[in-house]
Nanobody, 128 residues
Framework: QVQLVESGGGLVQTGGSLRLSCAAS????????MGWFRQAPGKEREFVAA????????YYADSVKGRFAISGDNAKSTVYLQMNSLKPEDTAVYYC?????????????????????WGKGTLVTVSS
């Protein structure tokens, strides 16, 4: 089975930085779009960022633009989420996702429907 394995979550103070990693198994994932969602306690899961790794195109939620950066290492089938200037409202479980469909305009990712694969999540806690 294809697996997505996240790492890098933890506790950080407001204004700090954290980098999440997501490693995807399988050669077919080398250029598949990948991205991140998050779910805060008591809230719905929301889109964070996605990247078309082969083309370098990316999309971000408005709430993280200018603070988060998504990147990929195609050779390692890995995607990263660099999180800077963290705020308490960034506290959530962060989930890695992959989809075999082209990234396109990112609408599918923003809706969060029909992702082919999901990681189990990694908790990010930002203290005030």
């Amino acid at each position: 089975q294809v697996q997505l394995v996240e790492s890098g979550g933890g506790l950080v103070q407001t204004g700090g930085s954290l980098r999440l990693s997501c490693a995807a198994s399988g050669r077919t994932f080398r250029y598949a779009p990948m991205g991140w969602f998050r779910q805060a306690p008591g809230k719905e899961r929301e889109f964070v960022a996605a990247i078309s790794r082969g083309l370098g195109q990316s999309y971000y939620a408005d709430s993280v633009k200018g603070r988060f950066a998504i990147s990929g290492d195609n050779a390692k089938s890995t995607v990263y989420l660099q999180m800077n200037s963290l705020k308490p409202e960034d506290t959530a479980v962060y989930y890695c996702a992959a989809d075999l469909s082209p990234l396109g305009d990112g609408s599918k990712w923003r809706k969060g429907y029909g992702m082919d694969y999901w990681g189990k999540g990694t908790l990010v806690t930002v203290s005030s």
